[in-house]
């Protein structure tokens, strides 16, 4: 395919000419709205030579011709990673990982003010809570629906902590982003084109988690699709990946960090509770995924897991989350030392 980039200063006028450009040259194409610059992305095939035409008329920044499913998600295209703005203040991509904690689902006003409170005194930065559950169980708990996303916003203003749930529709996205800095889709709405399509044209960061037999390319291309709707903020979120071993609910891959950030600029987050489903192997997986160099994680955390409405057996304590930070800033500064300190070897 061809992609054109606009510069910023460009008219409309100089937009209209590349596409009818384009239109006499028998190809079709679409225009990718982004913040400042456009890009006009024509998937007919096209040949190196053909973008010369292209580069030669005003306004335009650059033309490349590229095999890449998913070119503005790509590092070739879309260029170097960069920190992302979440909400005024709040950065992720800038070298500190972020950390977004809370309970699975809200359920009722104490426990999420509790667990806010503590998960904000612990150092998270963003408080996590699905008020529209996607369930497999139809008859289990689907959340509090409207009435959760009034808790989350009283949640924020007595945590002052920024808040991410999921919306699983086109519809609930529409509705819920008003009200929430951070909306979030998950692993089973990965492929919820109608959904993506409609969060390209909304102005609120997306957590896009990893769909659970997803490919990397086809969970790029999810991305894709919201970033040519000029959405470009979406964040990346390993959250494990159905495998054959039951001792754990899902396999999580760590080796999609490095590897996704040769391959893309957008952040990449991991998610240790859904890839497990086991309390006692969340903070390890914490742990390796910031040395995997991870720009943030995902965990769930509940004041009283034993009482959870849904997701308590993999859901930390306030306690163990308080340890857990504890713990991974110690391991984030041995990644920041420059000289390895290995143990001695034995004298002989
Ligand atoms: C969640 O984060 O609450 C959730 C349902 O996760 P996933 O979509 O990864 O299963
Ligand atoms: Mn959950």
Redesign the pocket.
């Known amino acids: 395919m061809m992609v054109v980039e606009m510069t910023e200063s460009s008219s409309r006028r100089d937009l209209d000419r590349v596409c009818e450009s384009l239109a006499r040259g028998g190809r079709s194409f679409r225009i990718t709205p982004g913040r400042g610059r456009s890009f006009v992305m024509s998937s007919d095939i096209a040949r190196r030579e053909d973008s010369s035409d292209y580069r030669a008329l005003p306004g335009v920044r650059s033309v490349n011709v590229t095999t890449c499913c998913h070119p503005l998600a790509s590092r070739e295209i879309g260029g170097e990673a960069r920190p992302m703005e979440l909400v005024p203040g709040l950065r992720i991509g800038d070298g500190e990982p972020l950390v977004m904690a809370g309970p699975?689902?809200v359920e009722n006003r104490e426990q999420l003010m509790t667990t806010a409170i503590g998960v904000g005194r612990a150092g998270a930065h963003v408080l996590?809570g699905?008020a529209f559950?996607?369930r497999s169980h139809p008859y289990a708990f689907q959340g509090l629906g409207s009435e959760g996303i009034a808790l989350l916003k009283e949640a924020r203003a007595s945590s002052g902590l920024p808040v991410v749930t999921?919306v699983m529709s086109p519809e609930e996205a529409e509705w819920v982003a008003p009200h929430i800095d951070i909306l979030?889709v998950?692993?089973?709405?990965m492929q919820n084109f109608a959904l993506l399509r409609t969060l390209g044209g909304i102005d609120r960061p997306v957590l896009l988690?990893?769909g659970?037999c997803a490919t990397v390319e086809e969970w790029l291309q999810a991305a894709e699709y919201i970033l040519a709707g000029g959405n470009e903020r979406v964040i990346l979120?390993e959250?494990?990946i159905r495998s054959f071993d039951k001792n754990t609910r899902n396999t999580l891959d760590l080796s999609v960090i490095p590897l996704l950030k040769s391959m893309t600029h957008l952040p990449v987050v991991v998610?240790p509770?859904?890839a497990t489903g086991r309390r006692d192997l969340v903070a390890p997986m914490s742990l390796a995924a910031l040395a995997a160099g991870a720009d943030g994680l995902?965990v769930?955390v509940h004041c009283a897991p034993e009482e959870a409405l849904?997701?308590g057996p993999q859901s930390l304590t306030l306690d163990d989350f308080a340890h857990l930070m504890t713990r991974a800033s110690k391991v984030l500064r041995a990644l920041r030392e420059e000289e390895p300190s290995w143990r001695m070897p034995i004298a002989r």
């Open positions: 699975c689902a996590r699905g559950k996607p999921e979030q998950g692993a089973r709405n988690k990893r659970m979120c959250r494990g998610d509770s859904h995902v769930e849904c997701d």
